[in-house]
């Protein structure tokens, strides 16, 4: 009788042996499986990437900007990068959204130059006379040249992935036709806030009005100032020359634009990712490249067709006014000398 229930308990015990390691395999196998599911490659967010700019909505930078990068990148992405585009100074002038790329409150902007007054090195590609042409400007820019100058800028938390012509910029006014450097003495001009080109508007003779792009327009329709300087489209798409009698082509200086994305929003994309904004930016400033260029002619002959007086002056006095102000550029900041002698050396190709 002892044996037997002793023979009884020990069933038992194997039983309840059984029944633990029966738990125990199911418990592992339920960790497993949850171990399984997280080493799948979990959803990644969407992000919306805001680019604020100043241009007018049917300017070519906005063309550009929804056929060649937001359609493309919201297609090839599947919605999950999100473009908005907001022209026009809708999230602040230049110099405010630039400071919010900075910040990473927008994630990207087409800005112009105003960089030039945080950072030196880019005053470069604003110096009187810099570039030979467009290709010229386009090879400097978007080459090797180029890079040497953005990595001036990823301090300040902001990657630039391509640049854009805005254009050579050229004089507006309503005083007088301007057919010499002997012309410019004693016109209002406004001016953008940079170091350059205030310095380069005075040595010509101008008198400069410093003057944010978006308070031009009622500048010169109530007088506060004769005239701007601005390349021709985007003066012609702000709706300046329809407020002003004469435009000279004096090609004193290159407006370089730029697609610039916040160094954070950029680090957080996937490595494709990456290589898709930004082959898809190079592709929005080469659409613009080809826009601003081939359009200046059509500009010219409408304006000219509406009643606004265009002129041609003889430009070798007024490179040579301003060529004091590149030898200063260099004497102050001396690290730039290559660079400007690189890319002078590559203009001779272009002549």
């Given amino acids: 009788m002892k044996l037997k229930k002793v023979g009884m308990f020990v069933l038992i015990l194997f039983a309840m042996a059984a029944l633990i390691v029966g738990c125990g395999g199911n418990k592992v196998d339920n960790q497993s499986a949850d171990n399984n599911d997280n080493k799948q490659t979990p959803p990644t967010k969407s992000v919306t990437l805001k680019i604020a700019n100043y241009y007018a909505a049917d300017h070519p930078v906005n063309q550009a900007l929804r056929d060649k990068f937001k359609a493309v990148v919201e297609e090839k992405t599947g919605g999950k990068i999100k473009v908005e585009i907001y022209p026009n100074n809708q999230l602040g002038n230049e110099q405010e959204f630039i400071e919010g790329v900075q910040l990473g409150n927008i994630e990207m902007a087409m800005t112009g130059n105003m960089w030039e007054n945080t950072v030196p090195q880019f005053r470069i590609m604003q110096l009187p006379y810099m570039f030979v042409n467009y290709e010229h ?158 359009q200046e002619e059509e500009i010219i002959k409408d304006i000219t067709e509406k009643g606004v007086e265009v002129t041609y002056p003889d430009l070798k006095p007024f490179i040579e006014r301003v060529k004091p102000i590149v030898d200063e550029y260099i004497e102050k900041y001396p690290e730039t000398e290559d660079i400007i002698k690189d890319i002078q050396k590559l203009g001779e190709q272009y002549l």
């Fill in 137 to 294: 400007a386009n090879a400097v820019l978007n080459g090797p040249i180029g890079e040497r100058i953005y990595k001036y800028l990823e301090p300040l938390n902001v990657k630039v992935l391509a640049s854009f012509p805005n254009g050579f910029r050229v004089v507006s006014n309503n005083k007088r036709p301007i057919t010499s450097i002997e012309d410019c003495k004693g016109i209002k001009l406004r001016v953008f806030q940079g170091e350059t080109i205030i310095k380069e508007m005075k040595a010509l003779g101008f008198d400069t009005v410093v003057m944010n792009f978006s308070e031009i327009f009622t500048a010169l329709q109530q007088g506060v100032v004769d005239g701007q300087d601005n390349p021709l489209a985007t003066s012609y798409y702000a709706g300046f020359y329809d407020v002003q009698k004469y435009v000279a082509i004096t090609n004193h200086m290159y407006s370089p634009g730029y697609i610039v994305i916040n160094m954070d929003v950029w680090n957080s994309l996937t490595e494709d990712e990456k290589a898709l904004v930004e082959e898809a930016a190079q592709n929005t400033a080469e659409a613009i490249l080809n826009a601003v260029r081939d």
